[in-house]
């Protein structure tokens, strides 16, 4: 195969796609591959080294990302999300994770001010003007106003 007819290829494949609506899993991972294997030879054979891992290969490394994991309200993969091969047959691909403050914080949150001695601490999830979090659930001692004065764990 050449470099000519990798690039009829991955144009066929993508009107396929979009004429069919997707591929199923087996059929993307075969296309995938091909194209992999496709892209090295065509990569080690030709003067276009910097064209190869054509993008038509990272979308349907994504697509198939987003079938695995799905774009959820947990996780979303972006159309454009970096796609790196990780060396043993497979890639990583970039993705948005969301992470409820809860799991970060243990669930206890207070109010405190940015002359707290909570908002310069390395455990302190502190958000100005909203309910900030404490990693080590709050361990120092605070007086009468709220304000923390003294705490063993503050770094």
Not at 21 to 35: E, Q, Y
Not at 89 to 108: E, K, L, N, S, T
């Amino acid at each position: 195969m050449n470099a000519k007819q990798f690039v009829e290829m991955v144009a066929r494949l993508q009107t396929d796609d979009e004429k069919e609506g997707g591929w199923d899993n087996d059929d993307a991972w075969a296309t995938v591959h091909t194209l992999i294997d496709a892209a090295r030879q065509i990569n080690e054979e030709s003067e276009y080294k910097e064209a190869i891992l054509p993008e038509q290969t990272a979308k349907l490394i994504r697509q198939q990302a987003r079938y695995n994991y799905g774009d959820s309200d947990d996780i979303a993969i972006d159309e454009d999300a970096v796609v790196n091969e990780s060396g043993s047959g497979a890639w990583w691909v970039q993705a948005w994770v969301f992470v409820y403050r809860r799991d970060v914080v243990g669930g206890i949150y207070r109010s405190i001010s940015d002359d707290d001695l909570c908002a310069s601490c390395k455990h302190c999830f502190y958000l100005p003007g909203e309910e900030s979090g404490c990693m080590k659930e709050w361990p120092g001692k605070f007086n009468e106003d709220g304000y923390c004065i003294e705490c063993r764990m503050r770094e």
